[in-house]
């Protein structure tokens, strides 16, 4: 994808024994005072940050890596029961194999869980964390205000919950904007708030393309389940890694190694929220999924009441945390509040 790569970028195999990586790169000036290593969310890839990378300070060296079956990584296949330790590892060999040390990490929507899981498996990689509109603690869908599952299967969450139309035209490489269900829709539709224009969209759409579909990869495979909708999480895939059986980072709160913690995220984030419309249990409450059996039973999850939970007993546990909300702003607040979001990363980093 060299023919996406913005002037000032640079773009390298990185082999390691885990995976083969691609990994962006605007180097510093000289010898960095600071390296941040950027992490990417579902359906995008490194190409994301490039804006936000090169509008950094000469001195701060700037990373940004591939997930395995995004971008111009590798494609490999994705164990979910796992969580999102197939992502969280590939990183940390990225970093031993570029001998990084401890350095500020940033982690976007999925990415954002995949630094979270680095943080309690390797805290020697961590000097600081920054959350982007991250996923919950306990996963995506499926759980109460205090993480603990609605199903004992996880019912409504994992792989079976993509919308198959949206996959189809994922694989086809669809870059047109007549169907609701095509890439630069969603992207606009979701990624975004409503009405923001951006000279890169051609790319963000490109980035999406560039997502390894199938059972492996996204959105994964799926199980049935007798609870409401009918589906549960299957083992195999990137949905799946999310799904709150698999998945849960809350332990952060014990972990020793209590790195300062930034948490940015935008006011009309579509995809994470207290009233997703990503969550099958909201969209049972709205009404587009028929049978929704009831608050009591499949409240949507409140995903945001429980980030703020993790954070807050985070803080009280010894860490430094920080929460921004951007106002007119979606799920992607680099490229939506570029200066804003800089501003706040830099502050943070020191």
């Known amino acids: ?86 992502f969280s590892d590939d990183v940390a060999a990225v970093a031993d194999e570029l001998d990084l040390g401890a350095v500020h990490v940033v982690g976007w929507s999925l990415g954002g869980g995949v630094v979270m899981q680095l943080l309690l498996d390797r805290p020697d990689l961590v000097a600081s964390l920054t959350l982007v509109s991250p996923v919950s603690p306990y996963g995506f869908g499926g759980t109460a205000a205090d993480g603990s599952l609605l199903n004992p299967d996880a019912s409504g969450t994992g792989g079976g919950g993509a919308n198959p139309d949206f996959v189809a035209r994922l694989a086809a490489g669809d870059t047109g904007e007549e169907s609701p269900t095509s890439p630069r829709a969603v992207y606009r539709s979701s990624y975004v708030a409503p009405g923001f224009v951006s000279e890169y969209e051609d790319l963000w759409v490109e ?32 949905l799946n890694t999310l799904a709150p059986t698999y998945f849960d980072t809350s332990g952060i709160v014990d972990a020793p190694a209590k790195p300062p913690i930034l948490w940015i995220h935008g006011a009309v984030d579509a995809i994470v929220g207290d009233a997703s419309f990503f969550d099958l249990n909201q969209l049972g409450a709205a009404g ?47 490229i939506e509040k570029p200066d804003e979001f800089r501003a706040e990363l830099l502050a943070w980093i020191g």
Do not use: K
């Open 288 to 334: 587009i999924i028929p049978g929704w059996p009831g608050d009591q039973v499949a409240p949507p999850q409140p995903m945001l009441v429980q980030t703020r939970a993790v954070l807050d007993r985070y803080a009280a546990a010894g860490g430094t945390t920080r929460e921004v909300v951007f106002e007119d702003c979606g799920h992607s607040a680099h």
């Open 1 to 86: 994808m060299s023919g996406t790569l913005l002037p000032g970028i640079d773009a390298r195999a990185v082999r390691t024994s885990r995976y083969t990586a691609n990994v962006l790169e605007r180097p510093a000036a000289g010898d960095p005072l600071r390296t941040v290593l950027f992490v990417h969310g579902n359906v995008s890839s490194s190409l994301f940050w490039q804006p936000l990378m090169l509008s950094l300070p000469e001195g701060v060296r700037a990373l940004a890596v591939d997930l395995r079956g995004f971008g111009d990584s590798e494609t490999l296949p994705v164990d979910a029961t796992r969580g999102v330790r197939d």
């Open 207 to 238: 980035s999406m393309l560039s997502t390894a579909t199938g059972p492996d990869n996204y959105p994964g495979d799926a199980s049935a389940s007798e609870h409401w909708p009918g589906l549960a999480p299957g083992t195999r895939g990137i």
